[in-house]
């Protein structure tokens, strides 16, 4: 069965770093692109980002809300993707769901981000 | 940016009864390719969302057939046949033609 387990969430000062990760499992990691979507405190989803495969030169794309902060990168020899997240804002506080296939047919658990003072 | 926009804001049906929830996007989601690039999720209570519908008829892998989606270029229709407990949740519209992708509102089905 698919099952992708995102981990590293935590609370976290304004114009901290912080680094969440995903473990994928069940399906071919490498053939598949793979994003971060998240959904803030009683709002609705907001796509974050995405990374392509191999043959496509492991391209990424970003929301503009976070472009310039956050960074999307994989690891297909451990089947992991992670999201750096730097400068963090109150406004980036948010459950983070990893999601991976051509209609985000696959979502994890989530984790959760907190950004406070 | 493509803008989705969700109708209604929540709906609450009989079970037993159908229920349409519809979705409006700002730009032609239909691909030269013949594809429209509309999906649907739903969302259950503390639960992460699932894909229901795919390219705006396509039914996902394990989803009732209760479930159909329709629409044209830029409107379309999530449709659920004879509701049951298990469909409530909040149900997302989404596109996934052209960066950056993009979700509707979302809207609440209950039950009566």
């Known amino acids: 069965a698919v099952q992708l387990v995102e981990s590293g969430g935590g609370l976290v000062q304004p114009k901290e770093s912080l680094k969440i990760s995903c473990a994928a499992s069940?399906?071919?990691?490498?053939?598949?692109?793979m994003y971060w979507v998240r959904q803030a405190p009683g709002k609705g989803l907001e796509w974050v980002a995405r990374?392509?495969?191999?043959?496509?030169?492991?391209?990424?794309y970003y929301a503009d809300s976070v472009k310039g902060r956050f960074t999307i990168s994989r690891d297909d020899s451990k089947s992991m993707v992670y999201l750096q997240m730097d400068n963090l804002k109150t406004e980036d506080t948010a459950m983070y769901y990893c999601t991976g296939g051509v209609s985000l047919d696959y979502w994890g658990q989530g984790v959760m981000v907190t950004v406070s003072s | 940016d493509i803008v989705m926009t969700q109708a209604p804001l929540s709906v609450s049906v009989t079970p037993g009864e159908s229920a349409s929830i519809s979705c409006r996007s700002s730009?032609?989601?239909?691909?030269?390719?013949?594809?429209?690039?509309v999906y649907w999720y739903l969302q259950k209570p503390g639960k992460s969302p699932q894909l229901l519908i795919y390219r705006m008829s396509n039914l996902a892998s394990g989803v009732p057939d209760r479930f159909s989606g329709s629409g044209s270029e830029t409107d379309f229709t999530l449709k659920i046949s004879r509701v049951e407990a298990e469909d409530v949740g909040i149900y997302y519209c989404g596109q996934l033609l052209e960066n950056p992708w993009t979700f509707g509102g979302g809207t609440k089905l209950e039950l009566k």
């Open positions: 990374i392509r495969t191999k043959p496509n030169n492991y391209a990424t």
């Open positions: 069940g399906f071919t990691f490498s053939n598949a692109a």
């Open positions: 730009k032609s989601l239909l691909h030269s390719n013949g594809i429209t690039y």
